[in-house]
């Protein structure tokens, strides 16, 4: 199996990236990043990682589109957060946040990817995706985000069966791999009715929907639900 992985360089996704690479099943990883993805040798499974660089999350240039060729599947975790999202003016979030992964998800598609594609989407816990319903707090990112999800639904149900989307929306992510990172699961205990997911359940999560031969369990899928899935996933390992 062919993985793509978005903002290679970030977070979530190096976590994604680190268990991928243990995973017999997934072959090859496309580590997509706007700057070289760095692992040593042995983290990189002797040549199952290849970095690609990127100027731009909404633009791919030719030689970029080809390294997407025969891609099973696309986990795309390129975002910026509600709470950095008010240092940006909000066109260039939307850029980040809804065109450049609709942007990336044609460029994958026209690439000729293998069939069926998966493409699985991060988004957020409390989007809105009912253009009726405009959420009090932050109201013009969480529709901005909701209409990202129905676009990146839209485009794989236009092309169905052969192109599967799965938005997955997880609250707080936790680590207690260092300092900095814990303090989010400090945040998390002190915000009341905080949902939150471990980085580790969460990259295992995501995996586990790539790799099942059945396809996404669902359209979307709930911080509950993503606890759940991951959570099982890290036990059988």
């Given at each position: 199996m062919k993985?793509?992985?978005?903002?290679?360089?970030?977070?979530?996704?190096?976590?994604?990236?680190?268990?991928?690479?243990?995973?017999?099943?997934?072959t090859s990883i496309v580590a997509l990043a706007r700057r070289p993805v760095k692992f040593d040798q042995e983290e990189a499974g002797q040549g199952k990682l290849k970095s690609v660089v990127v100027k731009e999350y909404d633009h791919y240039p030719e030689e970029v589109k080809a390294e997407f060729a025969g891609a099973n599947a696309c986990i795309w975790t390129v975002a910026i957060t509600p709470a950095k999202s008010k240092?940006?003016?909000?066109?260039?979030?939307?850029r980040i946040c809804q065109d450049s992964p609709i942007a990336g998800f044609k460029a994958m598609i026209e690439a000729g990817p293998a069939k069926p594609f998966k493409f699985l989407y991060f988004s957020g816990d409390g989007i809105e995706r009912d253009r009726k319903t405009t959420p009090m707090l932050m109201g013009d990112y969480l529709m901005m985000r909701g209409?990202?999800?129905?676009?990146?639904?839209?485009?794989?149900?236009?092309?169905?069966?052969?192109?599967?989307?799965?938005?997955?929306?997880?609250?707080?992510i936790s680590s207690t791999q260092s300092i900095g990172k814990s303090l989010l699961s400090f945040a998390a205990k002190i915000i009341p009715m905080a949902s939150t997911v471990s980085l580790e359940q969460?990259?295992?999560?995501?995996?586990?929907?790539?790799?099942?031969?059945?396809?996404?369990?669902?359209?979307?899928?709930?911080n509950a639900e993503l606890v759940e899935i991951g959570s099982a996933a890290l036990e059988k390992k």
């Open positions: 993985l793509i992985v978005t903002g290679a360089t970030g977070y979530v996704a190096t976590e994604v990236i680190k268990q991928a690479l243990r995973m017999p099943a997934i240092m940006y003016d909000f066109k260039e979030v939307k209409e990202a999800e129905s676009q990146v639904l839209a485009i794989a149900s236009s092309h169905s069966p052969d192109t599967q989307a799965c938005v997955v929306r997880p609250g707080i969460m990259a295992a999560a995501c995996l586990q929907q790539i790799v099942n031969e059945k396809g996404f369990e669902k359209d979307t899928l709930s």
